[in-house]
């Protein structure tokens, strides 16, 4: 079994940055690819990174690709997504996901464990 917690959402500007941290329990957390997901209000959740557990590959939509990172420490149980250059549009509820066989899905049906979300928004 494994608990997601995300952190580190909140107000910020058009063109700032801001970090979202995702902190997972369980012991195999190092053996899970991780991914965050956003829903923004009417909108269905989308896919917005991934990253193997051994943080060698990595997956972007085209959206954020080029603005956000996504990376992971297995030391301390976190997955972070860095955004940076944040646009308006960037506004949700952003998720993260773990999932037991390792790959960069970017659907939803791909992952087994998910956070509750944390807020952001971004202002212009």
């Known amino acids: 079994q494994v608990l997601l917690v995300e952190s580190g959402g909140g107000l910020v500007q058009a063109g700032g940055s801001l970090r979202l941290s995702c902190a997972a329990t369980?012991?195999?957390?190092?053996?899970?690819?991780m991914a965050w997901f956003r829903q923004a209000p009417g909108k269905e959740r989308e896919f917005v990174a991934a990253?193997?557990?051994?943080?060698?590959?990595?997956s972007y939509a085209d959206s954020v690709k080029g603005r956000f990172t996504i990376s992971r420490d297995n030391a301390k149980n976190t997955v972070y997504l860095q955004m940076n250059s944040p646009k308006p549009e960037d506004t949700a509820v952003y998720c993260c996901?773990?999932?037991?066989?390792?790959?960069?899905?970017?659907?939803?049906?791909?992952?087994?464990?998910w956070g509750q979300g944390t807020q952001v928004t971004v202002s212009s």
């Open positions: 996901a773990a999932a037991v066989n390792d790959i960069l899905h970017t659907g939803m049906g791909g992952y087994d464990y």
């Open positions: 990253i193997t557990w051994s943080g060698g590959s990595t």
């Open positions: 369980g012991r195999t957390f190092s053996r899970y690819a």
